[in-house]
């Protein structure tokens, strides 16, 4: 059997249809009106809950940076130490000459203010950001003869506050300065027992401004010597350069460290996949 086609009543199926008689012109063009009418008005109804949606979208958390930039203020409470300070760091082509070099972590430090762990000068050109947080963690060479400290200070500042202290740090050279160093931190019982801040001979400071942090790192010999002039990690890992630090790779340990702890904070914050070490 046929279905009966759609609009035509089953009991009129096979029999005989007779056209409706068409209704008057003034009914005619009042019938035009109305759908016309509905049509303007169902394209103001759509254009109005796009808009409302894209308006609550914004008061949820804005755009996808500044929703990265918020998380970043809190991800040190969720991101496992693991993930932030490996246990171990390989990095291709980081020492000196481009040799591979690998970094075995010898204590993570509990996470704590930041009353301490800066050189006074460097505490005050960091104050204006705030300190929501300090996290650190020491490593020591494959080799056990140099250590290094990398610290992730969590600020409090808004993005304008972190762009203006990054154009201060980069105007003024401070991240170059030896009278504003990050301090060690030191590990009982490990190569870093001895790590304090006269056995400090290269440093790295960056001032991140996507996420509301400052990551260090700051490097020394494992036998405690002291006497070693420090040098900035940029000039240590500048081709050419023959300073004690930069032979021995320590600005090579402070950069490559520093950089390992930024990639994972940052990648906390943005909601990416942590990279394979």
């Known amino acids: 059997m046929v279905p009966p086609r759609p609009g035509v009543p089953p009991a009129a199926y096979g029999q005989p249809h007779t056209a409706p008689a068409r209704p008057p012109a003034g009914a005619r063009r009042r019938g035009v009106l109305g759908v016309a009418l509905c049509l303007v008005l169902g394209l ?3 254009a109005g ?30 991101v496992p130490v693991d993930r932030l300070f490996p246990p171990a760091v390989h990095a291709e082509a980081a020492g000196p000459g481009g ?33 929501k947080r300090l996290l650190r963690a020491t490593y020591a060479d494959a080799t056990s003869s140099t250590v290094t400290t990398v610290g992730v200070l969590v600020t409090e500042a808004d993005a304008p506050a972190m762009n203006a202290l990054r154009d201060r740090f980069a105007g003024e050279h401070l991240d ?31 001032v991140l401004t996507d996420v509301p942090a400052v990551v260090y790192a700051v490097s020394g010999f494992a036998d405690a010597r002291t006497g070693v002039v420090p040098q900035p990690a940029a000039g ?24 390992a702890a930024e990639r994972a904070f940052r990648d906390a914050a943005h909601g990416r996949e942590p990279e394979s070490r």
């Open 44 to 46: 103001g109804l759509i």
């Open 49 to 78: 809950a796009v808009a409302g949606s894209c308006l609550a979208a914004d008061d949820m958390g804005g755009s996808a940076e500044e929703q990265a930039y918020a998380r970043g203020a809190t991800v040190w409470r969720e």
């Open 99 to 131: 040799a591979p070099r690998d970094w075995n972590r010898v204590g993570v430090a509990p996470d704590s203010g930041c009353a301490g762990a800066f050189d006074p000068l460097l505490a005050k050109a960091l104050a204006p950001v705030g300190c």
């Open 176 to 206: 170059r300065r030896a009278d504003l160093m990050p301090r060690p931190y030191a590990v009982p019982g490990t190569p870093a027992a001895g790590f304090a801040d006269g056995q400090r001979a290269s440093w790295h400071i960056g």
């Open 236 to 259: 240590a890992v500048a081709p050419g350069a023959t300073e004690v630090p930069a032979q021995a790779g320590l600005g090579h340990d402070a950069r490559a460290l520093a950089d």
